[in-house]
């Protein structure tokens, strides 16, 4: 655990008071690291208050804090304050890659796992390298250190393709 680096989760830190206390805490030098990190996880959902309160140590943070604010709409989050950060926009990765980087690891550890199978969790995943490998915990768990097409589709709930296709 480190002491500079603090996750907020906006969701639950919506209110005024919470941004007071945070501005109380940014005053405070780094424990260990060149920079005190704040990062505020679903930033959206701050209420405007909130926000209002937070634009102030945002227009001016001590030399040594770094906020990051993290979300998915980016759209709620006010202009006032758009207008005075960076923008790093994070896309999420092919299931070409996810499949590759699932292939490496399970190669680590020495788990055999079937390309198709690898293929099927990457498309499930989604884009998320985190999500695919969440199932693939779950199928590891299930299947042991062989992981097959057929497990893979037992565990997720899917058909087999070969029907619809001949449908």
Known sequence: IDLDVREIDAATYTQVDNVRELREVTQFQPARDRRRIFIIDEAHMLSTAAWNALLKIIE??????VFILATTEMHKVPATILSRVQQFVFRKIT?????ARLEQICRKEGIEAETEALDVIARRGEGSVRDSLSLLDQIVAFSGRSVAATDVATILGLSDTRVFTRI
């Open 95 to 99: 299931p070409e890659e996810v499949s």
């Open 60 to 65: 001016e943070p001590p030399p040594h804090v």
